[in-house]
């Protein structure tokens, strides 16, 4: 016998997180079967049909609704259920506090009115609403970090036609992170460098990708003036670099900074040449991730990867980065000495898009074929056939739809490290640890453990690559010497751990020295 | 493709939407940061989030500079009393037309005190000797009915413009706009309430022969009456210029004194009785004013302010700046009420009146947090002023000339924008009197009317086309 309880609050819009808090607090109670907290948006209301959930309450609701449903078993407490969801849900704001003086405010004109020196928004609604929180920042004056998802090409093509006519920034749609003025906004790492030394700008989609080759340059001394993000789909025909071309003149036309490094996937070839000839007098490096020469264009400065890319900046400020193998032979040699001859697989559980991205190029170059849910070649998705080589973005939707981002939380990818154990081929484990604010606190120590399990009793090579500073507040170093002492391989750079991964693979320590400007 | 740069700035503030993490990292880095409270916009409606997204987006530069000429009239026109006239001399309206409030209405849709106070109105004019033949004419259409608001007019509650009807006439000069509106008819059994009795007739009777002439007399001997001056001062004074119009009652009679005692007419110390009991005598000239004012304010072109919003007891209608279409909705039951014994939510009409055009100049609920008296109809001082804030919530402006002592000075609000309306789902909420629904007892109670999202989603969606 079961039973089934409801509760519903009108006019209480609870975002995803406080959503699934209160689910997470309803399922783990005693005799529970399903629970669910959904706003009665279409999608949710389908979401408790789909469960089994029927009451007359459900009816007549609008999306700004939330709806408390639980079932169980008949001697469970269901009221008592829902209220400990009830108080899930209203941890942070009850309907009940503050006096009518004290009100947030309830949109960015109150909010620009309540703080006049307010002048970036960072946008993370639902990507079918983010376009009109978007528009509204703007006509506020501001700037705006887009994190939402889901914003229809025509929406970022109108959004950002406006914005470059009020000279002002739509960076994303998508954008994980960007550093205006010094201040890390969305997913950002924390600078170190002062502000007096050699300065990069950096254009980029705005994910792992600007993340990395931030702090690569920070790392090496070199200040990166801004980290400007204009989304994946800016260097499409389309969108015709509606945001990086103004953004690539501003960087241009700053006295301070002395190199422009674009980093993006694979772009439309005449609209990246735009964007790289809006630089004008200051020296330009471009990344786009496994394109070697811009069609049409053969003398754009292009380098192969994150790595090469920062490593090209930072020599064109002046500055040489400190060697990044040391020792990375050694330790591969010694690593691949214990892996039974049968494990000759990569499998890669990537947090970053990006970072999965410059990964597989960096293995389909040397191993072959290389399957992802976020392939470089359409015929090389999922599933992949038995004995590939398998690189995961488990920060794309299909992998975060209803529970937190992998940089948030790596209950995802703890269990998908716990299954790589029952897999006898695999040789290497190929891991993402991103710091800095937003991040989890302490990413580390979430992994370390499980990592030890899956290396125990000659199972594969983990090797993880830790992005951040020291001055993030996870700390690069301690993070670093977590996963080392777990016995996990930790080399320099992102695509270091690549060709680390790959020289396990094929057992050829030397290939860690692959891909290196001379 | 322009080759204009972008103006980064120098040091960061954030306004953040959406998830509390971005917030907490810039907050940590020692950056100033503020949460919006958001909810989905438009109630999730996809139609509606593309139209508040062009209407918000590509085409605002062009709506924010209408809005802003709307608010300026609003805000800055003058509205002068300049006379008491007689409906059929000034309105056009032909013969025997009776103008109502909200939209237009057919008979048979009209609600019981509606219907009454028609009656009372046909007899008042000697169009008919009894009732019988009053409800005859007016089933038989040989007594038609008009929109007052449609005539240049606003009446409140059920109250009806005949063509002998008394009405203050208030100009707003900047606008060239003149507007109309009967005098009060006062308290006791009045047609105004629904009541159709003799005494409710005779009231209107008095009206026309005894108190019109008298205020008649008067006007020219005082100095003109500013009607927003006077509904300032009495904001100052605890009027939320709606619901309480004692001290601007009281203002406008200081005023009109030596003009009225100058009067020889045999009936003058009937008719001071009457203006002494009648303590809501400023609220249809404010609502003339606001009239004038919206009239003005309602000829700019391209905005998407509401310059009308009017019930008749069946129908819920607003109108946008710049557009005569209304936008309809099932009037709302007036809430959060309080009944006179035996009286309860069974007896109440839906919310009825011109009056909330009140509301849209900076008064009634935009004044609601200066208010004890109104504190004391909706639960206290303090949810009067969550009405004053969440009205505030949907307009664009504050008012520079009608400000609450209550609030440290802040104008109260004005310029109510249908785009902030649908994207939060939040409407005008309206004080008002609750009227008997079947048996002409009059006013029954007094609560909060709820204006319909409807009606403004609907207009929003037909701005969003004719912008197109």
Redesign the interface.
Same mark, same amino acid.
């Given at each position: 016998m079961s039973g089934q309880a409801v509760r519903v609050f009108k &006019?209480s819009?609870r975002?995803s /997180?406080l959503l699934m808090a209160a689910t997470v607090a309803m399922e783990g109670a005693d005799g529970v079967s399903w629970a669910g907290a959904t706003?009665a948006?279409s999608r949710g209301l389908q979401d408790l049909a789909a469960a089994g959930v029927e009451d007359p309450a459900l009816s007549g609701l609008?999306?700004?609704d939330l709806v408390l449903a639980v079932k169980g078993d008949d001697d469970a407490d269901l009221d008592a259920v829902l209220e400990s969801g009830r108080a899930a849900a209203f941890e942070? &704001?009850g309907p009940d506090q503050g006096?009518?003086?004290d009100?947030?405010?309830? &949109?960015?004109a109150?909010?620009?009115a309540?703080?006049q020196?307010?002048?970036?928004?960072?946008? &993370?609604?639902?990507g079918?609403?983010a376009?009109?929180?978007a528009?509204?920042?703007l006509?506020?004056g501001?700037?705006v970090l887009l994190?939402?998802d889901g914003v229809p090409l025509e929406?970022e093509v109108?959004?950002k036609?406006?914005a470059?006519?009020l000279?002002?920034?739509v960076m994303g749609p998508g954008a994980g992170t960007a550093v205006?003025?010094?201040?890390? /906004?969305?997913?950002?790492n924390?600078s170190l460098t002062a502000p007096h030394a050699p300065r990069v700008g950096v254009i980029a989609a705005a994910g792992t990708g600007a993340q990395e080759v931030h702090t690569l340059l920070d790392r090496w001394g070199v200040t990166v003036s801004?980290v400007i993000g204009v989304g994946g789909r800016d260097l499409s025909q389309t969108v015709?670099a509606?945001m990086a /071309?103004?953004?690539a003149?501003?960087l241009a036309?700053?006295d301070a900074t002395g190199v422009v490094l674009l980093v993006s996937k694979p772009p439309e070839p005449a609209v990246a040449a735009q964007v790289l000839d809006a630089c004008g007098q200051t020296p330009a490096v471009a990344v786009f991730l496994g394109v070697d020469e811009l069609a049409g264009h053969p003398d754009a400065p292009l380098a192969a990867t994150l790595e090469q890319g920062a490593v090209a900046a930072a020599r064109r400020v002046g500055v040489s980065p400190p060697a990044l193998t040391a020792g990375l032979q050694d330790a591969v040699r010694r690593a691949a000495e214990r892996l039974a001859p049968e494990r000759t697989l990569v499998r890669g559980l990537f947090s970053g898009g990006t970072l999965c991205y410059e990964a597989q190029v960096i293995l389909e170059d040397l191993l072959g074929p290389v399957h992802s849910n976020e392939p470089l070649r359409a015929d090389h998705g999922l599933p992949a056939p038995d004995g590939a080589h398998v690189l995961l973005d488990l920060g794309a939707e299909e992998y975060t739809r209803g529970v937190p981002h992998p940089m948030?939380d790596a209950g995802n990818r703890i269990e998908l490290l716990r299954e790589v154990r029952e897999s006898p081929d695999v040789a290497v484990v190929l891991l993402d640890v991103v710091l800095g604010?937003?991040a989890h606190a302490d990413p580390a120590g979430q992994l370390a453990p499980v990592c030890a399990e899956v290396m125990a009793d000659g199972g594969p090579q983990v090797v993880a690559y830790v992005l951040g500073t020291e001055a993030d507040?996870q700390v690069r170093s301690r993070q670093q010497a977590t996963l080392e002492e777990a016995g996990a391989l930790v080399p320099a750079t992102n695509a270091r751990a690549a060709y680390a991964a790959a020289a396990l693979a094929l057992r050829r320590p030397e290939l860690v020295e692959e891909g290196m400007a001379r | 493709m322009s080759e204009r740069t972008i103006e980064l700035p120098d040091e960061i503030g954030v306004v953040n939407i959406g998830l509390p993490l971005f917030a907490d990292a810039v907050r940590d880095q020692g950056r100033p940061v503020t949460q919006v409270e958001w909810q989905i916009p438009g109630g999730g409606d996809p139609d509606v989030v593309a139209a508040l997204r062009r209407l918000f987006g590509p085409r605002t530069e062009a709506i924010d500079a209408a809005n802003a000429e709307v608010l300026h009239r609003l805000d800055t026109g003058v509205a002068v009393l300049t006379g008491i006239a007689t409906a059929a001399d000034v309105l056009p309206v032909p013969g025997r037309t009776l103008l109502h409030s909200g939209p237009a209405l057919d008979i048979a849709d009209a609600c019981d005190p509606l219907r009454r106070s028609m009656r009372a109105t046909v007899l008042a004019e000697g169009w008919a000797g009894d009732a019988a033949e009053a409800d005859r004419m007016l089933a038989s259409g040989e007594v038609s009915l008009a929109p007052a608001n449609e005539a240049g007019a606003v009446v409140p509650m059920a109250a009806i413009i005949g063509p002998s009807t008394p009405v203050w006439v208030v100009e707003v000069e900047a606008g060239g706009t003149v507007a109309y509106a009967p005098l009060g008819q006062g308290s006791g059994e009045v047609a105004w309430f629904g009541q159709d009795s003799p005494a409710a007739v005779a009231r209107l009777v008095l009206l026309r022969e005894a108190v019109a002439p008298l205020l008649a007399h008067a006007l020219p001997l005082v100095d003109p009456v500013d009607v927003f001056s006077f509904a300032a001062q009495a904001v100052a004074m605890g009027d939320d210029v709606h619901v309480r119009t004692q001290a601007s009652t009281n203002l406008l009679l200081r005023h009109l004194l030596p003009g009225l005692v100058d009067s020889s007419d045999a009936r003058r110390v009937e008719v001071a009785r009457f203006l002494s009991a009648n303590y809501l005598l400023f609220l249809t000239l404010a609502m003339a004013g606001a009239r004038a004012l919206t009239a003005w304010a309602g000829q700019v072109e391209g905005s998407s302010m509401v310059t009308t919003m009017a019930r008749n007891g069946t129908t819920y209608g607003i109108r946008l700046a710049g557009d005569d279409t209304w936008f309809r909705a099932p009037a709302p039951p007036v809430e959060n009420a309080l009944y006179h014994p035996g009286k309860g939510p069974q007896d109440g009409a839906p919310d009825i009146g011109d009056s909330a055009v009140l509301e849209l100049v900076g008064l009634g609920g935009a004044a609601a947090a200066g208010s004890p008296s109104v504190g004391q109809l909706v639960g206290g001082l303090g949810a009067a002023v969550d009405l004053t804030r969440d009205l505030g919530t949907v307009c664009v402006g504050r008012s520079s000339r009608i400000t609450l002592p209550t609030l440290g000075g802040e104008g109260t609000p004005l310029g109510l924008d249908v785009r902030k309306v649908v994207e939060r789902s939040i409407t005008p909420r309206v004080t008002t009197g609750i009227l008997h629904n079947r048996d002409g007892s009059g006013q029954i109670g007094a609560g909060v009317a709820t204006a319909p999202i409807e009606c403004f989603r609907d207009a929003l969606l037909a701005l969003d086309q004719r912008l197109a």
């Open positions: &006019s819009y975002d /997180l706003m948006t609008g999306a700004n942070a &704001s006096e009518s003086a009100r947030p405010p309830v &949109s960015v109150e909010a620009v309540a703080q020196d307010a002048n970036v928004a960072i946008v &993370s609604v639902p079918e609403y376009a009109v929180a528009h509204q920042a006509t506020a501001l700037h994190f939402s929406e109108e959004l036609t406006r470059a006519g000279g002002r920034l205006l003025a010094g201040t890390g /906004l969305g997913f950002a924390v801004e015709a509606r /071309l103004p953004a003149r501003t036309a700053d948030i604010h937003g507040p | -």
